[in-house]
């Protein structure tokens, strides 16, 4: 987290409030965000299926990216006894098809 009297902070809340673009892009921006996104509009995918489809990323930066993404709504997840799953929200449906048509380009 930035300190809310940054400079950095007090920019970045001028540009999101400028631009919606601004605001979309930063909450899918993230070294692994967008991989899990395309990931989770194949089907949904608990988190272990995360780590066959992304073998790469770490534990601790799949919850990390995993938390950011649902605190800002793209994502949500069930839980049972067994296991978590992640699923896309409608919001993460609405920006999902914004990327698949950046991804025909």
């Not at 400079?7 to 409030?17: A, G, H, P, Q």
């Not at 299926?49 to 994502?75: A, C, H, M, N, Y």
Request: proline share 1%; aromatic share 8%; glycine share 4%.
């Amino acid at each position: 987290m930035r300190k809310e009297n940054s400079t950095n902070f007090i920019n970045n809340v001028t540009l999101e409030n400028f631009c919606n673009a601004h605001k979309v892009l930063s909450k899918i921006s993230g070294r692994w965000k967008l991989s899990i996104l395309f990931a989770l509009s194949e089907k949904e995918t608990n988190y272990s299926d995360f780590k066959v489809v992304l073998p790469d990323i770490t534990d601790r930066i799949l919850s990390k990216q995993l938390k950011e993404l649902k605190i800002d709504g793209l994502i949500g997840n069930r839980k049972s006894k067994l296991e978590s799953i992640y699923f896309l929200t409608d919001k993460g449906e609405e920006i999902m098809a914004v990327l698949r048509m950046f991804k025909k380009l």
